[in-house]
């Protein structure tokens, strides 16, 4: 089962209190010192709202926080794993090293041992951990205006070829071509279950997808066509609503996502992108029975197709449309994540709220 949370006031009070029920199910970062702490922690309490509540260690590390030094949120892992207290104590010492299997190997560790412990504690592999530490670092003095080469060494990158090459990697596109007349902007969010890239105008939003998709780039690469290299990074204000609401989604005060969107779709996948959002929350439905729904029963395989092309994960519920056999089959963003979102909408349906994603 996975630990549900409620909402931020009551983590604050938990955390205030230093509730030992919540020792290891959350996770506060503090927004005005960039650490992150367990809810027992015996440092001084922050303000409300400098506080953003995880579920995980790696989600903490993902949205940019450091772990405490006090209060020790690794401990656990760290005592379980003596690999692990030595990475992250070389990581801790130096954000941007460039970090290599070669690396782990002199420390005297089997990299595919690492791998898994690191994948079983934190979610993530402590070379995608590191990985995503620099290139987050670059990502933010882009979005504050700074110069690509200030982004270079923030993100500890001394060849700016190794930079754009790994920035490309990620965005599908280098840096300097993402710094134009900026009719579309291209920002970072940070979920429970992962960093999330927001792509808006000034009136709409255009992308929402995980970080970690295989697809992003490519998805990137034609809004930056669409938009004639008219992508540059920061934020508009569609961006700043579905933070918001992201923020509510996930604390389980409400399922509507009203943002504005921009549907980039054929009108058959449109069609198909408007059925899914009439799924109520804490309900799913088979491929077929979309099919049916918007008129094409025998166009199952199609209806998969549209169901993979969305552009806007959790506005468009794709991650409602099960197998016929009530399996849980591809999702872009992952299969944990497509559990992670049935289970969390569960919760609304318990609470009697019956809201669906318009």
Known sequence: MLFQHPNHEALYKALVARDMSY??????????????????????????????????????IEAGFRPCKRCHPLGP???????????????????????????????GFDPSTVRRSFK???????LEMARQSRIRSGFETLSDGGRVIDAQWDAGFESPSGFRTAFARLLGQPPSRLKGKDLLKADWIE??????????????????EFADRKALPTELKKLWNLSKGELGIGRFAPTDQIEAELGAYFRAESAGFDVPVALHGSPFTRTVWDELRQIPVGETRSYGEIAKAVGRPSAVRAVARANGANQLALVIPCHRVIGADGALTGYGGGLWRKQ???????????????????
């Not at 992670?340 to 318009?358: A, C, D, M, P, V």
């Open 77 to 107: 892992a760290a005592e379980a794993d003596p690999a692990i207290k030595t990475l992250m104590d070389a990581l801790e010492k130096d954000l941007s090293y460039r970090w290599k299997e070669a690396n782990i190997i002199a420390l």
């Open 120 to 126: 079983r504690h934190f979610g993530m592999t402590f």
């Open 191 to 208: 979920t429970p279950i992962g960093a999330m890239i927001a792509v808006s105008d000034k009136y709409m939003l255009h992308l929402l």
């Open 23 to 60: 020792d290891g199910q959350a996770y506060v970062g503090v927004i005005s010192t960039g650490i992150f702490c367990r809810l027992t922690c015996p440092a001084r309490k922050p303000k409300p709202e400098n506080c953003k509540f995880f579920d995980t260690v790696s989600a903490c």
């Open 340 to 358: 992670y979102l049935i289970e969390l909408e569960r919760q609304f349906t318990l609470s009697g709220e019956k809201k669906r994603n318009t």
